[in-house]
């Protein structure tokens, strides 16, 4: 039988299978599935990985996580405090970072698959790689290098530092998260995802303006792939928009794979990045809240005859809002892999 | 001259050069330039010419809009105690960030904007429940409640601005007091704002100076 992996393979190679790879990325769902509250859910390695593969059989769309919540990351760096919610995910409470001068306190973990920060989602990792790994890509979340210092003192803080604090701090900073990037990358990867997702708001010019982009972000992002390699990488800017930087990042890191922002325009990203690699189509998640059935199947529909010409296409969600109807998600679902359909093996 | 100070100054918001723009700022006073000139034909001209690249859809990034709020409100308030008479507040409006939500950017970027375009603010910082809104609001005299929300659940959830506006509708007060939000699930969506039960919005900080001060004009009647 055809497996998520093998349409993810045939997409990146430019070959058709049964239909074009299909991510839908169900995160706090899983909770509501088991019947737990977010906190509980989040306390075990076993119930998010068990969430997934309930996901997956729930909906049958092709990839797993190993993301619980983005906050992790700081707490890996010793965030002591995250926020809970019924209705939405977990957030960071308290900055790690405070002031410039705990930039110099800042500790990266000398190991991250010891750190007990990583203990579930380590459990997460081994289960998912023991139900569907090969089967069904395992996916990973990781800020980039530039991005990283947001999630430890707040983006107002650290918009303040990069562009108007004095630079030792700055680069102090960035030297630590890229070290703790590279180490971020070699855990996941070892515990068995497949899939990177790169996240770097920072790397998008809605962001950062171009020229800034060009000297600051992108002699990091080029640091970051060229330490870990661009095997299993995804560029992704947070759902910020990334057209315009697409070419110089393919170009100078050969990643290999794209996930634009609702707000490019697909046409353009798929002809900026052509055979150069994998474009992934992204639909505005948030609006999947209100939109009806039919605006639904019409909103995938073009996006489908956007991107599908030309092969070399995944279609995909951000990170899908827990208030999103179920109705909702099976409707975009149904479209995606009725219009989604190809020729290929397995059809 | 005035043509070069503006120039000048708005090359330095657009490359998001602080410095630049606030020493461009104090050597025109030292030139003679008046204070009320400075607020009034270089700052604010120069948050409206960006509204309207913004609506062109010239790429204004975030980090532009952060500089513009933060020079706007420094020179601002740089040069507001030096006017020959004091500038007439254009209202008086209370700011937090939703229940349940930490993120401060957004927020401090329109209490920025806000201030430059001579609003009182009064900033309740994050995490703020409904009914300390609704109460600080009215100690405050306010008439916009101003509400950011960085997530979906924050921006629609229960706790967040539908309560508030329950508040206000249960005490009669929606006359008196209008709300207005604003965040990124916002931009993501057509109509979030009316969903969730607010009055107005605005899809980024400088706009959000204008789109206040049209709505405190409308309360005002
Ligand atoms: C940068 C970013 C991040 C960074 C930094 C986050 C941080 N600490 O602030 C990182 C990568 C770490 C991150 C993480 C997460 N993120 Co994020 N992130 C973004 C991104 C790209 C930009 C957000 C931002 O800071 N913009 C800058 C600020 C200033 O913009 P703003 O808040 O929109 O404010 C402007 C206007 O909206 C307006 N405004 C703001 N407030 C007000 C108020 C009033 C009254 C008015 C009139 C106007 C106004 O003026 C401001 C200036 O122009 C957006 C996507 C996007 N393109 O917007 C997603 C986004 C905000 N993230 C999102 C999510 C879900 C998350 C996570 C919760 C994911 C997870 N499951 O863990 C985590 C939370 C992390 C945490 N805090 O613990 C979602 C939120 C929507 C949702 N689904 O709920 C977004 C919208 C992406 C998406 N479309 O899915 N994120």
């Not at chain 1, 009806?292 to 995909?316: A, C, H, N, S």
Request: glycine fraction near 10%; charged fraction near 25%.
């Amino acid at each position: 039988m055809i497996t998520g992996m093998d349409r993810l393979t045939a997409a990146i190679r430019g070959e058709e299978a049964d239909r074009i790879p299909i991510f839908c990325n169900l995160l706090d769902q899983g909770a509501a599935e088991l019947g737990v509250s977010l906190q509980d859910y989040y306390a075990r390695g076993e119930s998010v990985a068990e969430g997934q593969l309930r996901m997956l059989r729930k909906y049958g769309h092709d990839n797993v996580w190993s993301l619980f919540y983005v906050g992790k990351e700081a707490e890996l760096l010793g965030c002591q405090r995250i926020l809970y919610s019924a209705e939405g995910p977990p957030n960071v409470e308290d900055f790690v970072i405070h002031s410039w001068d705990d930039i110099a306190r800042l500790e990266v973990p000398a190991d991250i698959p010891s750190h007990p920060a990583f203990t579930e989602v380590g459990k997460c990792l081994q289960i998912l790689k023991n139900e569907v790994g090969g089967k069904n890509p395992i996916c990973a979340y990781i800020t980039s290098t530039m991005t990283l210092p947001a999630l430890l003192m707040g983006m107002e803080k650290w918009m303040e530092l990069l562009f108007a604090g004095p630079p030792g701090p700055c680069e102090e900073l960035l030297r630590k998260c890229h070290e703790f990037f590279v180490k971020e990358v070699a855990a996941y990867r070892q515990g068995g995802a497949d899939v990177l997702i790169y996240s770097n708001p920072f790397g998008s010019a809605d962001t950062v303006p171009m020229k800034y982009f060009l000297q600051r972000s992108l002699p990091w992002i080029e640091k970051d792939i060229q330490a870990v390699g661009a095997g299993g990488m995804v560029y992704y800017c947070g759902m910020a928009r990334l057209n315009s930087v697409l070419s110089a990042v393919i170009e100078r890191t050969g990643i290999g794979a794209c996930y634009l922002s609702p707000l490019d325009d697909l046409a353009v990203g798929k002809r900026l990045i052509g055979d150069r690699g994998l474009t992934c189509g992204v639909i505005n998640d948030i609006q999947l809240i209100s939109w009806t059935r039919q605006e639904i199947r019409q909103e995938v529909k073009r996006i489908l005859d956007v991107g599908m010409p030309g092969g070399r296409f995944l279609f995909g969600t951000g990170v899908m809002p827990l208030m999103i109807p179920e109705a909702s998600i099976r409707a975009m679902l149904e479209a995606a892999f009725e219009y989604g359909s190809q020729g290929g093996k397995g059809a | 001259m005035l043509a070069r100070i503006i120039a000048d100054y708005n090359e330095a918001v657009f490359d998001t050069d602080r410095e630049r723009a606030l020493q461009i700022v104090r050597d025109a006073e030292r030139q003679g330039i008046s204070p009320e000139d400075l607020v009034f034909k270089v700052v604010l001209p120069a948050m409206d010419a960006m509204v309207n690249a913004l609506s062109d859809q010239f790429s204004v990034n975030l980090a532009q809009h952060f500089m513009t709020a933060q020079i706007s409100d420094a020179v601002t308030a740089e040069m507001i105690p030096k006017f020959h008479q004091a500038p007439e507040v254009a209202g008086r409006v209370v700011i937090g960030t939703a229940y349940g939500d930490m993120h401060t950017l957004g927020k401090r970027m329109v209490i920025g904007c806000l201030r430059a375009r001579m609003v009182e603010v009064t900033d309740l910082g994050v995490n703020v429940a409904a009914e300390r809104f609704v109460e600080e609001a009215l100690a405050h005299d306010a008439r916009v409640i101003a509400i950011s929300a960085l997530m979906l659940h924050t921006a629609t959830g229960e706790l967040g601005c539908r309560k508030v506006r329950r508040l206000l509708h249960e005490r009669g007060l929606e006359d008196r007091i209008k709300i207005m939000v604003g965040g990124a699930p916002f931009r993501f969506h057509d109509g979030l704002y009316r969903i969730v039960g607010a009055d107005a919005w605005a899809p980024d900080a400088i706009s959000a100076g204008k789109a206040m001060a049209e709505l405190l004009q409308e309360v005002k009647k």
